[in-house]
């Protein structure tokens, strides 16, 4: 089926260990976007990437890096865990609709770091 | 920079009850309006947009919403709703020209039989 792929959907990490989240598009979409979710807080974007080989910072992305691989795949690291990432994370892209973009969103991956 | 308000964190409803569910936003300059829907233990989906034309659009499962542009708001509604609407409600807006959606921080529709 057409959409977004993360993996894992879920996880534990101990505070200061390392982890990639995977993400993945079969839509031939250019932009692709990172999300976190915490409660009352909605989804901050964390970082996206317009086109293959370009990543721009969103609001909240100290923390973490991306890297864009190709115009399919787009990871999220987190190169030393802290409690205060513990959140539901979100994979999307989009093409583009009368000049707008309309999101489709992976189905999430649950993190938790101890 | 734009934001987007959502004042309702949660709202209980009567099942066949009619439902609105608030947004505001603002931006200094024009916008595209989303509706997404969060279902639980699932990512968001698309429930509307307005993009252009005319200020009120139908989405997918009965809601509808208004675009209007002197109060800035964007409120979903739905005139009987039904068990299965229970979610989490999320408006979003992005700028013309823009590339990042912004979202609120969403609204808890809980329907009571």
């Known amino acids: 089926n057409a959409g977004v792929t993360q993996t894992p959907k879920f996880q534990v990490l101990k505070t200061g260990q390392s982890m990639t989240l995977q993400c993945a598009q079969d839509m031939n979409h250019n932009s692709m976007y990172w999300y976190r979710q915490d409660p009352g807080m909605g989804l901050r974007l964390i970082y996206y990437?317009?086109?293959?080989?370009?990543?721009d910072k969103g609001e909240v992305p100290n923390g973490y890096n991306v890297s864009r691989l190709n115009k399919r795949e787009f990871s999220l690291r987190l190169e030393s865990a802290a409690p205060s990432q513990t959140s539901v994370y979100f994979c999307?892209?989009?093409?583009?609709?009368?000049?707008?973009?309309?999101?489709?969103f992976g189905a999430g991956s649950r993190l938790t770091v101890l | 920079a734009q934001s987007v308000t959502q004042l309702d964190s949660q709202v209980p409803v009567f099942e066949e009850a009619p439902v609105e569910l608030r947004c505001n936003y603002s931006?200094?300059?024009?916008?595209?309006l989303f509706w997404y829907v969060q279902y639980p233990n699932q990512g968001l989906q698309l429930l509307l947009k307005y993009l252009s034309g005319s200020t009120l659009v139908k989405g997918i499962n009965g809601f509808e919403a208004e675009f209007n542009k002197s109060q800035t708001s964007f409120h979903l509604r739905k005139p009987s709703v039904h068990i299965s609407d229970t979610a989490e409600y999320f408006c979003?807006?992005?700028?013309?020209?823009?590339?990042?959606?912004?979202f609120g921080t969403g609204t808890r529709l809980t329907i009571i039989p």
């Open positions: 990437s317009a086109s293959e080989g370009t990543t």
């Open positions: 931006s200094s300059v024009s916008v595209y």
């Open positions: 979003a807006v992005i700028p013309f020209g823009n590339e990042k959606l912004t």
């Open positions: 999307a892209s989009s093409g583009s609709l009368s000049g707008a973009n309309v999101l489709t």
